[in-house]
């Protein structure tokens, strides 16, 4: 079954300790992006990739970082996570270099900093 | 810079009644516009998408949109609304003077049906 897979799901953290969630795609695309979501404010993107270690910001990349070695893989690395930080985050991804397409999404990732 | 409003966080209608959510977009060239659903504790999915073919769009579940360029807008539609639609909507833009790298979301319209 093609489909982005994210974890944890759920993630209950405290100031300061270094998390990563995992994102994982198997339909070969080339385009992967993380975005968060918070009440009012629709979803912003964080960070994407266009290809294998080619990484860029998005509109809110303070306090997150990504790499992207492999196609299929994509994490988001909080080095230190702060309570702003406290939301809902999706990976996606769709073929191509760009989002002229549907965009894929994993069910997301709940993330609480205390 | 791409922007999308969206005219209204809820809207609530009747079970049959016609479902109009709003969405304007600001871009400097013809984007490419998205219709995401999102069910509750769930992703994103496609409803449809306006790609600079046909301007009034089909999409999934009987929902429909259509491209106006003169008013920037790309309102959904569904003629006749069941209760498996209540969830929240976003309008997404994408376009060249992003690289198409940026999918830019509305904030949402939480869409409520009551019997």
């Known amino acids: 079954e093609a489909q982005v897979t994210q974890n944890p799901r759920y993630l209950i953290t405290v100031t300061g300790k270094k998390l990563t969630v995992t994102c994982s795609q198997n339909?070969?695309?080339?385009?992967m992006s993380w975005y968060r979501q918070d009440p009012g404010l629709g979803l912003r993107q964080i960070y994407y990739?266009?290809?294998?270690?080619?990484?860029d910001k998005g509109d809110v990349p303070e306090g997150y970082k990504v790499s992207r070695k492999e196609k299929r893989n994509f994490p988001l690395i909080l080095e230190s996570p702060s309570p702003n930080q406290t939301s809902l985050y999706f990976c996606?991804?769709?073929?191509?270099?760009?989002?002229?397409?549907?965009?894929?999404f994993g069910e997301g990732s709940r993330l609480t900093v205390l | 810079a791409q922007s999308v409003t969206q005219l209204g966080s809820h809207v609530s209608v009747s079970e049959g009644a016609l479902v109009l959510l709003r969405c304007n977009y600001s871009?400097?060239?013809?984007?490419?516009l998205f219709w995401y659903v999102q069910y509750p504790n769930q992703g994103l999915q496609l409803l449809l998408k306006?790609?600079?073919?046909?301007?009034l769009v089909k999409g999934i579940n009987g929902f429909e949109a259509e491209f106006k360029k003169s008013e920037t807008s790309f309102h959904l539609t569904k003629p006749s609304a069941h209760m498996s639609d209540a969830a929240e909507y976003f309008c997404?833009?994408?376009?060249?003077?992003?690289?198409?790298?940026?999918?830019?979301f509305g904030a949402g319209t939480r869409l409520a049906v009551h019997p």
């Open positions: 871009s400097s060239v013809p984007p490419y």
């Open positions: 997404a833009v994408s376009d060249r003077a992003g690289g198409y790298n940026k999918l830019i």
């Open positions: 306006y790609t600079s073919a046909a301007t």
């Open positions: 990739s266009m290809n294998v270690e080619v990484t």
């Open positions: 339909m070969n695309h080339e385009y």
């Open positions: 996606a991804s769709t073929p191509g270099q760009g989002i002229t397409g549907e965009l894929f």
